[in-house]
């Protein structure tokens, strides 16, 4: 397996791996560790460069798969060969902009379940936009502002934001993770991944995150859509 150096630091910009398999077909290699972000939960895949003897390949996306992360090269670059060492660089101003993304969906999640007691159904997000679906009968265009103000008030109280990767059993043990469908988990999965913005949300999630919340900047909540009499959508954007 692929070690995951953005589930223990998401900041890392730079890393150096050896290939550990080589996909002709999809023209895609597979790394012993790797600080990209496949994707998942949401927020897209990561783009950035391998560096490998004296070429500079770019990445057109890194993917999950059951034996790791395989890292798709631009089709006019070649292929490293396996056991060869890798320079991987992220095109951090766009990863920068989904991480500050990801933690604002999670600033509104955390606010319209404590303000409103909805839960959130699925979402998802482009840098610096992203829109989230809840369970949210009463959700009207008069709260908009109101969820806006409110979002915005968790941003300026600069919650410290906690990455922990638990054991199975203690996850289970949270009743904050399990009102967010942990037990939709495979059984397969010994630790949980958690999210935590410190007082205000903690959920199970893979994806990569700012320290702070203040990072996040001012958000607005640009639309809602109504998805049926409960489903509710919301729309948001951050500054640049
Ligand atoms: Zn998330």
Not at 68 to 80: E, N, R, T
């Amino acid at each position: 397996m692929t070690e995951l150096l953005y589930h223990t630091d998401s900041y890392i910009q730079t890393f150096t791996a050896t290939v550990t398999a080589v996909d002709e077909a999809a023209h895609a290699v597979l790394l012993d560790r790797t600080a990209f972000y496949p994707g998942g939960g949401g927020q897209p895949y990561d783009l950035g460069t391998l560096r490998f003897a004296g070429q500079t390949a770019a990445l057109e996306r890194a993917r999950k798969g059951p034996e790791g992360v395989w890292h798709v090269l631009a089709a006019s670059a070649s292929l490293p060969a396996q056991g060869a060492s890798v320079e991987g660089q992220l095109d951090w101003t766009r990863r920068y902009q989904l991480m500050r993304t990801h933690t604002a969906m999670h600033i509104l999640c955390g606010v319209v379940f404590r303000d409103y007691g909805a839960q959130v159904t699925g979402g998802d997000m482009e840098p610096l936009q992203g829109r989230m679906d809840f369970e949210f009968e009463t959700m009207t265009k008069e709260l908009v502002g109101v969820i806006e103000s409110a979002v915005n008030r968790e941003v300026a109280a600069a919650h410290p934001v906690r990455v922990q990767i638990l054991p199975r059993e203690a996850a289970f043990q949270i009743p904050d993770l399990i009102r967010t469908k942990i037990n939709l988990l495979p059984p397969g999965i010994e630790e949980v991944r958690t999210v935590e913005l410190v007082g205000l949300d903690l959920q199970a999630d893979g994806g990569t995150h700012v320290h702070n919340t203040s990072e996040v900047g001012k958000m607005r909540v640009v639309d809602y859509k109504s998805k049926g009499k409960i489903n509710k959508r919301i729309y948001v954007e951050l500054g640049a």
